[in-house]
Structures are given as structure tokens and as C-alpha cells.
């Protein structure tokens, strides 16, 4: 999935190129490429495919070329994860009735890849015996408010377990007694099931958008056209709200990846390296001085910055834009950005 605009990270992930297209941390490689590293390992190109927006499906090609250009699919319009799920599970029954599905964010961190390879396994294995709904969920390190939540029941000597809630984002003082509780776990929306059990889910569960999309034909000429003409009617629901919260099916095998969503600029700091100031920094022509805990991204290496007294900060200079905000605030970014839309020609900015 890599239809997101990524506005918490605004200036540098904008309408025309959004976070999942860049290399956040400096890796040299972008998230998409870096998640598409990671499955391919064990799924082979041929059977991986992209859903994004229809704006962004040439950027997807240019840098993923591996992956077969039909295998790159574009909405028509932003309707949340139930819409696209469906899409892409319909189009895979179609070419493969038995196929087992992964379903990934393209813009997640991933650390410990031998162990996530191993727990993927694990879920194609289950869900190719049961009928099962199969999500992971990172053991979490701190009570944080930013994520949502799985309970689970537990069971001895079992590697996965029955989902009993989820939880969207809660308030620091309910995290906390998540934490303390030691029966929840983090989502990080990466989804494992058969073609056959999520589409009997969606049936069940979402019927009118399940009709919706039974009315197209998939991987033929008139996909597209029909796609287009039922995007604008279908529901915005994610898949969490709409199936995983009312099925009684669902089960989340614990993992501990390395994982971190990269939702802020301040989880973006967490992971990057950092000199001995703990500045994070993208370029060599960055001086600091009296600077501590400062993420740092200047986009033009043809550019020199020198930064004295700032302390916990966020700094991000681009062609277009400059951001100076405290660590702390960095989920205002995208009140920022809905207040600098208001500006005159404030779009080109975007």
C-alpha cells in the first residue's frame, strides 16, 4: 500500500512527491525500495504488486522497475484501506483463487528482517491451513500514543494468538496501563490472509462495497473504466473499522522487528544515526554549535548550514520550503500545512 501523502513530513513529502518516494534516513534507498527489498527475499516480482494513487504510479515504475508495470495499480481517489484491500484481493483471486496474501505498508521500518521473514512465514503457513485473518503485532517499548493497539488473549507455548481488541490511539495514561497489562501489542497494519477468507470477510462484513467491486472484471481492459466509475460511491472505512474489528477470526502472531511506522519527524530521529551531539544529520556541510538533539535534512548538498543554539529541534530546508519546529510539536506539522494552504498560492508549496 503506497497511496499516502505523508503530511507530517511536509517540506520534504509533499502532494507530488510523498514520503514513501524518499530515502528518510539516508540509506540509499527510498521506503518503497526498502520494502520491496524485504518481500522480495521471499515473494518474487512477478507476484508483487503496488496499489498508490493514480498520480503517483510512474514514480512507483521509475523506482521499482522490477516489479511488471500492469502489477502497479492507481486509484482514482483516496478511499481509506478497506477500498484498496478489496481492489487488490479481487485482483489477485482472479489470476490465483488459492493465492495467500501479504499486505504491507510501503513506508515502514524494518530492522530485524531475518526475524520478520521468518514470522511472515509463519502466517502464509496458517493462513494456507485455516481460515484466518493474521496480523503482527510489535512488542511494544514505551506507552505511545501515536499507535493503535491489539489486545490478545494469550495462550502457553503458542507463537500466535486470538485478537480480542483493538484500540486506536489512545491517551498516555490508558497506553501506559496497556503496557503494564503486557497482553497489547502494537498494529502495525501488516496483514496476512488467503484470498478466500478476506473476501468472505468483506462479504460478510462490508457487502455493499463487496458488491461494488463484483461488479468489475479484473486484469482485462475494462478494469479500469469500471474501477473509475465505482471509486466515487465506495465507503472511505479502513480496514480495521470495517473488517478486523467485528470479525471473530482474526489472530496476531507477537513480533519484535525492529519496527517503527516513521510517522513524525521525531521517529525519524529515533532511527537515524547521530553524531556525538545527537544531532541527526543528512549532509557533511551541516556545522553545529551549542546544538544538541536536532533532526536535520538539507536537501541540497550544494547548500552549507551552520546551526547554534538549538536544542530538541526540527529543521528540514528544501527548494520550496524551510520547517523550524520544536521536536515536541512535530505533530502540528500538519496543522501547518492545512494553515499554509490558506496562504495566497500557498499550494505551490506543497
Known amino acids: 500500500m503506497a497511496g499516502g501523502i505523508g503530511s507530517r513530513f511536509w517540506p520534504m513529502s509533499t502532494q507530488k512527491f510523498p514520503k514513501q518516494f524518499h530515502d528518510i534516513l539516508g540509506t540509499g534507498r527510498t521506503m518503497i525500495q526498502q520494502t520491496f527489498?524485504?518481500?522480495?527475499?521471499?515473494?518474487?516480482?512477478?507476484?508483487?504488486?503496488?496499489?498508490?494513487?493514480?498520480?503517483?504510479?510512474?514514480?512507483?515504475?521509475?523506482?521499482?522497475?522490477?516489479?511488471?508495470?500492469e502489477n502497479i495499480v492507481g486509484e482514482p481517489a483516496m478511499k481509506n484501506t478497506?477500498?484498496?484491500?478489496?481492489?487488490m484481493a479481487n485482483k489477485i483471486a482472479n489470476k490465483n483463487p488459492k493465492a495467500n496474501i501479504i499486505v504491507m505498508p510501503a513506508d515502514h521500518l524494518i530492522l530485524k528482517e531475518k526475524t520478520f521473514l521468518e514470522k511472515v512465514q509463519l502466517a502464509f503457513d496458517l493462513a494456507s491451513e485455516k481460515d484466518y485473518l493474521i496480523t503482527l503485532g510489535i512488542t511494544p517499548t514505551r506507552p505511545d500514543t501515536g499507535?493503535?493497539?491489539?489486545?490478545?488473549?494469550?495462550?502457553?507455548?503458542e507463537s500466535f494468538s486470538k485478537v480480542k481488541t483493538f484500540t486506536e490511539k489512545p491517551s498516555l495514561e490508558i497506553a501506559k496501563s496497556f503496557i503494564d497489562s503486557g497482553d497489547f501489542l502494537w498494529n502495525a497494519g501488516i496483514f496476512i490472509w488467503s484470498a478466500k477468507s478476506i473476501l468472505s470477510a468483506f462479504k460478510k462484513y462490508l457487502p455493499e462495497m463487496t458488491n461494488q467491486f463484483n461488479s468489475c472484471d479484473y486484469?482485462?481492459?475494462?478494469?479500469?473504466?469500471?474501477?473509475?466509475?465505482?471509486?466515487?460511491?465506495?465507503?472511505?472505512?479502513?480496514?480495521?473499522?470495517g473488517i478486523l474489528e467485528k470479525a471473530d477470526n482474526v489472530y496476531v502472531i507477537p513480533a519484535n522487528l525492529g519496527w517503527s511506522d516513521l510517522g513524525t519527524w521525531t521517529s525519524v530521529y529515533t532511527n537515524a544515526e547521530k553524531n556525538d551531539d545527537n544531532n541527526a544529520l543528512n549532509s557533511k556541510n551541516v556545522l553545529t554549535y551549542n546544538s544538541k538533539g536536532n533532526v536535520i535534512r538539507i536537501k541540497s548538498q550544494n547548500k552549507a548550514a551552520v546551526i547554534d543554539g538549538l536544542k530538541n529541534y526540527i529543521v528540514v530546508d528544501t527548494e520550496k520550503a524551510l520547517l523550524i519546529c520544536p521536536r515536541d510539536n512535530d505533530q502540528l506539522i500538519k496543522d501547518y500545512v492545512l494553515d499554509l494552504k490558506n496562504l495566497k498560492h500557498g499550494d505551490k508549496f506543497m
Open 37 to 69: 527489498d524485504r518481500i522480495s527475499q521471499m515473494i518474487p516480482p512477478d507476484n508483487i504488486y503496488v496499489i498508490t494513487n493514480q498520480e503517483y504510479t510512474d514514480l512507483t515504475h521509475q523506482q521499482l522497475p522490477e516489479i511488471p508495470t
Open 82 to 87: 478497506s477500498a484498496c484491500n478489496l481492489y
Open 147 to 157: 499507535y493503535g493497539y491489539i489486545q490478545f488473549i494469550p495462550k502457553k507455548e
Open 219 to 241: 486484469n482485462c481492459s475494462a478494469e479500469k473504466e469500471c474501477i473509475n466509475l465505482i471509486y466515487p460511491t465506495v465507503s472511505k472505512i479502513s480496514i480495521d473499522n
